[in-house]
Nanobody, 121 residues
Framework: QVQLVESGGGLVQPGGSLRLSCAASGSIANINAMAWYHQTPGKQRELVAAITSGGSTNYADSVKGRFTISRDNAKNAVYLQMNSLKPEDTAVYYC???????????????WGQGTQVTVSS
């Protein structure tokens, strides 16, 4: 059993900051890429930022220069530092990780339950 648990969402004013955290737990052998997505009502889930096991990152154009993704491999955790937040960043944010379970041969993508981020004055 593998579980991803997110935390850190909430209500923030435009221009403010939030830090999202996501920790993976369970029978984990390896974690490959980790990522954050967001989703608003009526729209598809979209990639916000991703980070490889080696630390290479990529970002959606809309968040470049404002958001920073990082990870702590010892803690099986990924973080998203969000600065200069805008109302259009309002969404449910999900973390995702490519995980190989102990004793398993392949990689599976797991998802967290989502955390709401609301940017409003």
């Amino acid at each position: 059993q593998v579980q991803l648990v997110e935390s850190g969402g909430g209500l923030v004013q435009p221009g403010g900051s939030l830090r999202l955290s996501c920790a993976a737990s369970g029978s984990i052998a390896n974690i490959n890429a980790m990522a954050w997505y967001h989703q608003t009502p009526g729209k598809q889930r979209e990639l916000v930022a991703a980070i490889t096991s080696g630390g290479s990152t990529n970002y959606a154009d809309s968040v470049k220069g404002r958001f920073t993704i990082s990870r702590d491999n010892a803690k099986n955790a990924v973080y998203l530092q969000m600065n200069s937040l805008k109302p259009e960043d309002t969404a449910v944010y999900y973390c995702s990780a490519q995980i190989r379970r102990v004793g398993a041969g392949g990689w599976i993508s797991y998802w967290g339950q989502g955390t709401q981020v609301t940017v409003s004055s």
